[in-house]
């Protein structure tokens, strides 16, 4: 397995999904408010079937989600971060926390230093976000990071029939606003 990215912020880790986080994906998506936009409530057999298609995601593509790790407890928080499905309607930078770290900022974090890595390592143009019209807390989100509502936009199956609008920015609008948020690790700080 190749090495991959860590990358510090002031108060997470940022790290490729590993085994021992599926309990915390369990947590996340088992929380029917906390998965409601983000694929919906889901058993355990599926969670697990998601939870290998990002790791998966990170051999084949070599970026995916990250899981969000609290530094000061080393909890598992939830997954931030680049992805593209295919049929996806942009470079994704998404995000979706359990709900006992929702209200801290840390959403707003790690998606910062997602988007940088995204842009600086992957080679993004843009950066996307696929939001709900009802989701008050990731439009908010997505303000902050800059980005504006470009209007509806439509996801591959199985998600076709959801209504979602399209919120992003260009690698140039991030950038003139100078907004980094993280580090990667010395040893890690070339790997994409």
């Known amino acids: 397995m190749a090495e991959h990215p860590h990358i510090r912020t002031e108060r997470l880790i940022l790290r490729p999904p590993l085994t021992e986080d599926f309990e915390g994906w ?5 929380d029917e408010v906390a998965a409601r936009f983000i ?18 995601a990170w051999e084949v593509q070599g970026f995916g989600m990250f ?13 931030v971060g680049p992805w593209r499905p295919l049929g996806w309607p942009g470079p994704e930078v998404g995000w979706g926390l359990v709900r006992s770290a929702w209200g801290r900022g840390y959403a707003l974090e790690a998606a910062r230093a ?5 842009f600086a390592h992957l080679g993004w143009d843009e950066v996307v976000h696929c939001i709900a019209p009802q989701n008050a807390a990731s439009i908010r989100l997505a303000r902050r990071l800059g980005s504006v509502d470009r209007g509806p936009t439509r996801l591959p199956a199985p998600h076709d ?5 399209l919120w992003g920015q260009s690698r140039e609008a991030w950038e003139s606003r100078g907004a980094t948020a993280g580090t990667a690790d010395d040893r890690n700080a070339g790997n994409a």
Not at 114 to 118: F, L, P, Q, T, V
Not at 161 to 165: E, N, T
Request: glycine letters at 14%; hydrophobic letters at 40%; aromatic letters at 8%.
């Open 39 to 56: 694929g919906g409530l889901q058993p355990r057999s599926v969670i697990w079937r998601t939870f290998l298609a990002q790791v998966g």
């Open 114 to 118: 997602s988007i940088d890595w995204a």
């Open 67 to 79: 899981s969000v790790i609290e530094r000061q407890s080393g909890h598992w928080l939830g997954r």
């Open 161 to 165: 029939r959801d209504r979602v609008d």
């Open 26 to 30: 369990c947590d996340l998506m088992g």
